[in-house]
């Protein structure tokens, strides 16, 4: 029963549904998406219509909050001055205009089955040796899974990283975009490093990021998809 992990699709549904068909995705595997399902790209609605779709036809997919995720949920705040502004600046209107709302709309006027989707995410999911999150952890917190902030927001953790905590757990993360050589490196030292950052940069079309990757949990193998937004 193989077990796969994706991450930072960013409204790339195209990107995501060739990636799926390419790992041959099956109702007896297990899917963990890692979160960003949202912003920047064309159909963030797309990307969770399909999320929804799997799920509702009896697959398992299993769903991390991410950042920006956070951000459009924050903009329902009355009380959290700013953060629509924050939100549209980093993607927010490839997400409204996705449901054929304003560039400006207030983002409740995004349907409730899609906000509810959002409030129902996780921030961590455990599975076998695996141990997974948005963005990474702070090793410095007494308790890592207690800071739910770097969670979905730290970068530039490694150098911290308590091995004695991990207790030869892997860690598996996005939020960083990096090129596809980082990613495959980081397989290689996986045995020692215990760390692996599953986001290869699909939204963006620069520097080598604009690849969605699959990681398979079970075999240990990644696979690449170029971004089929920007073949279109």
């Known amino acids: 029963m193989p077990q796969f992990a994706i991450s930072d699709i960013h409204g790339c549904a195209q990107t995501f549904d060739v990636l799926l068909n390419e790992i041959q995705l099956s109702p007896s595997d297990e899917l963990f998406l890692l979160g960003d399902y ?11 219509d399909k999320i929804l779709a ?3 036809d ?3 997919v299993q769903c991390l909050m991410g950042n920006h995720e956070e951000m459009l949920l924050e903009c329902l705040d009355p009380a959290a001055f700013g953060m629509t502004d924050l939100w549209l600046k980093n993607g927010g209107k490839a997400t409204l205009k996705s449901f054929s709302l304003p560039e400006d709309a207030n983002p409740a006027h995004i349907p409730k089955i899609y906000l509810d989707f959002m409030h129902r995410l996780h921030l961590y999911f455990e599975a076998g040796p695996y141990l997974m999150v948005h963005a990474g952890l702070n090793f410095k917190a007494p308790e890592p899974l207690q800071d739910l902030n770097s969670m979905l927001w730290i970068r530039g953790f ?5 091995y004695d905590w991990l207790n030869g757990r892997i860690l598996v993360h996005g939020h960083t975009p990096q090129i596809t050589e980082a990613t495959e490196r980081q397989l290689q030292n ?3 490093k215990q760390v692996i950052n599953i986001d290869t940069g699909c939204v963006f079309n620069k520097h080598g990021r ?10 240990q193998k990644l696979t690449f998809v170029k971004n089929q937004e920007n073949q279109s």
């Open 210 to 219: 604009d690849t969605l990757t699959a990681f398979n949990l079970t075999d």
């Open 158 to 162: 490694y150098q911290d990283i308590d």
């Open 54 to 56: 799997l799920q509702k």
């Open 58 to 60: 009896g697959y398992r």
């Open 38 to 48: 949202i912003d920047r790209g064309p159909d963030s609605k797309g990307v969770i």
């Open 190 to 192: 996986l045995p020692e």
